[in-house]
C-alpha cells in the first residue's frame, strides 16, 4: 500500500467515524470508519519502515567508470 492509499483510508474513515450521521441496521458505520483509519495508520508506518530500510541498504557494488574529456582526441 502506498502512503496516497494509506492517506485516503485515513480520511474516508474519519469521514464514516465523525461526519455522518446515516444509520444501517446491519452495518456499524462508525466502527467501520475506526477500522479503516486504523488500517490506514498501520500502512502508513508500514511505508515508513520499508522506505528507511531502503534508504539504508547501500547499493550493489557497481563500477563507475567516468571518462574525462580530455581523453577523447578523436
Known sequence: ???????????VGAILAF??????QSVNLDLVG????IVGLIGTFVFRSVGR???LVPPAN????VEDERDRHI
Open 1 to 11: 500500500m502506498s502512503l496516497g492509499g494509506s492517506i485516503i483510508l485515513i480520511a
Open 19 to 24: 461526519a455522518t450521521d446515516w444509520h444501517m
Open 34 to 37: 475506526w477500522i479503516l483509519m
Open 53 to 55: 530500510r531502503r534508504g
Open 62 to 65: 557497481r563500477t563507475t567508470v
